[in-house]
T-cell receptor, first 114, second 114 residues
Framework: AQSVSQHNHHVILSEAASLELGCNYSYGGTVNLFWYVQYPGQHLQLLLKYFSGDPLVKGIKGFEAEFIKSKFSFNLRKPSVQWSDTAEYFCAVNLPNRDDKIIFGKGTRLHILP | NAGVTQTPKFRILKIGQSMTLQCAQDMNHNYMYWYRQDPGMGLKLIYYSVGAGITDKGEVPNGYNVSRSTTEDFPLRLELAAPSQTSVYFC?????????????FGAGSRLTVL
């Protein structure tokens, strides 16, 4: 079964610091990859997605992620974080040629200090 | 266009009671999902459905049941509530395959079993 690992459970940064959140998945075939964000008191929303093509994908609010197939990774990055980026971030994977499940990682809680 | 609507938002149950969490979407999405979110554990897939009359188990289906009699509705039933089912439940939907489209989430239902 596919699985998703997020290695950072809780990250604390100061404003303007650079961010990288790790995500690894455990399936060797074709994958679709997602990052979702949950701001405090809100429900999950899509940050960005990778289906095919350019492995560097850009999402909302200045976030980007790079799909590295050889490393089974899809790390999320942002050059300069803002206090409003405080949220929980979830990596997710779908196997389009296998089934219709979307499996999520355990999430990374990001806290930005003003 | 309300998106994905979940009811109730909050509920307290006694051990052994039963209840149904309602989920409805008005976007004509054919795929629907139920997840539970527990602190530090991310989102776990309970059940999902690829269309009316079709349901499949996810990662943690025990203690739950679902039905999909219409495209719009995907209720989740707890037959004998247990403390381990205390969680926040999210319903989500997507158009066609979840890999080709993104999930739209409901606002969540917080369930406490005492």
């Amino acid at each position: 079964a596919q699985s998703v690992s997020q290695h950072n459970h809780h990250v604390i940064l100061s404003e303007a610091a650079s961010l990288e959140l790790g995500c690894n998945y455990s399936y060797g075939g074709t994958v679709n990859l997602f990052w979702y964000v949950q701001y405090p008191g809100q429900h999950l929303q899509l940050l960005l997605k990778y289906f095919s093509g350019d492995p560097l994908v850009k999402g909302i609010k200045g976030f980007e992620a790079e799909f590295i197939k050889s490393k089974f990774s899809f790390n999320l990055r942002k050059p300069s974080v803002q206090w409003s980026d405080t949220a929980e971030y979830f990596c997710a994977v779908n196997l389009p040629n296998r089934d219709d499940k979307i499996i999520f990682g355990k999430g990374t809680r990001l806290h930005i200090l003003p | 266009n309300a998106g994905v609507t979940q009811t109730p938002k909050f509920r307290i149950l006694k051990i052994g009671q039963s209840m149904t969490l309602q989920c409805a979407q008005d976007m004509n999405h054919n795929y629907m999902y139920w997840y539970r979110q527990d602190p530090g554990m991310g989102l776990k897939l309970i059940y999902y459905s690829v269309g009316a009359g079709i349901t499949d188990k996810g990662e943690v289906p025990n203690g739950y049941n679902v039905s999909r009699s219409t495209t719009e509705d995907f209720p989740l039933r707890l037959e004998l509530a247990a403390p381990s089912q205390t969680s926040v439940y999210f319903c989500a939907s997507s158009l066609q395959a979840s890999g080709a489209n993104v999930l739209t989430f409901g606002a969540g239902s917080r369930l406490t079993v005492l």
